[in-house]
C-alpha cells in the first residue's frame, strides 16, 4: 500500500533540485559582466567582411541534387 509520505523524499528531491535551478539562474544574473558596447553588439561573422550581393542566380538542378544527396546519404 502507497502512502503520501512514500512519496517525501521524492518531493524533497525535487524540491532541492528546482531550488538549485532557480539559485545558479538568478546568480549568474546578478553576478555576469553587464558589458554593452556598440562593437559588442554588431554582427560577426568570421571576421570577414563581406562585399557583393550574396544572391545570385543558381541552377534549379544543383538544389535538386543537394536534396538527393541528403535524402539518400
Known amino acids: 500500500?502507497?502512502?503520501p509520505n512514500n512519496y517525501?523524499?521524492?518531493l524533497i528531491q525535487a524540491a532541492v533540485a528546482m531550488f538549485f535551478v532557480v539559485a545558479v539562474l538568478v546568480?549568474?544574473?546578478i553576478l555576469g559582466p553587464r558589458l554593452k558596447s556598440k562593437a559588442k553588439?554588431?554582427?560577426f561573422e568570421c571576421g570577414i567582411e563581406?562585399?557583393?550581393n550574396a544572391r545570385f542566380p543558381?541552377?534549379?538542378r544543383?538544389?535538386?541534387t543537394a536534396?538527393?544527396?541528403v535524402l539518400f546519404d
Open 8 to 10: 517525501l523524499p521524492i
Open 1 to 3: 500500500m502507497t502512502t
Open 67 to 69: 536534396i538527393l544527396f
Open 50 to 52: 563581406s562585399d557583393g
Open 58 to 60: 543558381v541552377s534549379v
Open 62 to 64: 544543383y538544389f535538386l
Open 41 to 43: 553588439d554588431a554582427n
Open 27 to 29: 546568480s549568474t544574473h
